[in-house]
């Protein structure tokens, strides 16, 4: 059976830097410090979640974004001494990555609507902003050269550059979701959540672009008899990436902070009177008092019921799901789009605002009568 060659397949023998203390066990020793820092102030922030879930809907959302510290916290410690292996530890981590960024877009839009259905509703009567201008840019780029090659094939490809560059098209479009929605989402600070998020993924990426260049062969960093090419190649980036997961951390108590969810008013955008899920929702039902103005608080979800809550990535297959139809919809209205001049003339024209916030008001009107 032919075998790639792993330039991680080599053993570590590092002469002692100080008190017989090799570079690879003090790599190990402040990475398992900082991860031990950030695990238990994210594990603090998901304990006060769950014993404040009162917003089902948001907070599970919120609860996985922060899970994301201690899984890239102790996929990087665990890559540093089972260093081979640290390509199948590092697919763990990037795959709950694309879930956050998943997540994150679904808080987005619970802010405006705490039903999935009636923001795609919301959406369809805004006139979409233009494209934030490196997207602009690309597709000017692409639509004028349709064609090229490559030399010598596609081997001049890097699965690093195809991630760095997927990883950039889904922070652009949630950029572009911001950009259209900043106004009415200020009271939430998405700009700080956005940050904290991006600010992990971008360091991670970047930190892993620069260290791959430096270490390989004829690069500018060489193992020598104090530091050996594991350590370097593995055991650097990813103590550095733990540290700094520790500082992300700290930010995530004040960017997903719980506190607001002990005195938050729940009011759906859709009920005045009251918040419950249908049956075939997957949220848990809460109950609050029929009384107009009241300032009374949901009822909490018991702890354990809220683990398995979060736990459950049905939300976000369902979106997806969602989002392919959508697109088909889509598609499918841009097809019959002469019939608008027809319906026009008729009196039927479709209502479409550039305003984000005349939607909302629409929406409520609609979803009152």
């Not at 405006?112 to 509703?121: A, I, M």
């Not at 700080?192 to 990426?205: E, G, N, P, Q, W």
Request: net charge positive; hydrophobic share 45%.
């Amino acid at each position: 059976m032919a075998k790639c060659d792993n330039p991680l397949g080599v053993g570590v023998h590092e002469k002692p830097l100080f008190r017989n203390m090799t570079a690879h066990e003090l790599l190990i020793t402040i990475a398992t410090a900082s991860s031990i820092i950030a695990i238990s102030l994210s594990l603090y922030l998901v304990y006060r979640h769950l014993t404040n879930y009162t917003q089902p809907k948001l907070q599970k959302l919120v609860i996985r974004i922060v899970l994301m510290v201690p899984i890239y916290t102790i996929c990087c410690t665990l890559s540093i001494p089972f260093y081979e292996s640290s390509v199948y530890l590092g697919a763990i981590y990037e795959f709950y990555e694309s879930l956050v960024i998943a997540s994150f877009f679904l808080l987005l839009c619970r802010y405006l609507h705490t039903d999935l259905h009636s923001v795609r509703q919301l959406f369809s009567i805004v006139e979409p902003q233009p494209w934030v201008l490196p997207v602009r840019m690309f597709r000017k780029y692409v639509l004028r050269r349709k064609t090229t090659n490559t030399p010598n094939g596609s081997k001049y490809f890097s699965i690093q550059v195809i991630e760095i560059i997927s990883l950039i098209i889904a922070m652009i479009c949630l950029l572009q979701f911001y950009k259209q929605t900043k106004l009415e989402l200020a009271v939430h600070r998405p700009l700080l959540k956005f940050v904290a998020i991006k600010l992990v993924v971008f360091l991670f990426y970047v930190q892993s672009f620069i260290f791959s260049h430096l270490t390989k062969k004829g690069g500018a960093m060489s193992p020598t008899d104090k530091i050996s090419y594991p350590s370097l190649a593995v055991g650097i980036p990813k103590t550095v990436l733990c540290f700094e997961m520790a500082l992300v951390s700290m930010l995530h108590l004040y960017a997903y902070p719980y506190d607001v969810f002990q005195t938050y008013k729940a009011v759906d955008n859709s009920e005045e009177n009251g918040i419950r899920e249908s049956r075939n929702g997957d949220d848990e039902a809460m109950e609050l008092s029929p009384q107009e103005d009241s300032v009374m608080l949901p009822r909490k979800m018991h702890w354990t019921k809220a683990i398995i809550h979060v736990l459950s990535f049905k939300d976000l297959w369902r979106a997806l799901l969602h989002s392919y139809h959508s697109v088909i919809d889509h598609r499918r209205k841009r097809t019959t789009a002469r019939h608008a001049a027809t319906n026009s003339e008729q009196g039927v024209e479709p209502f479409v605002t550039t305003s984000l916030a005349e939607a909302l008001d629409v929406m409520k009107r609609r979803n009152n009568n």
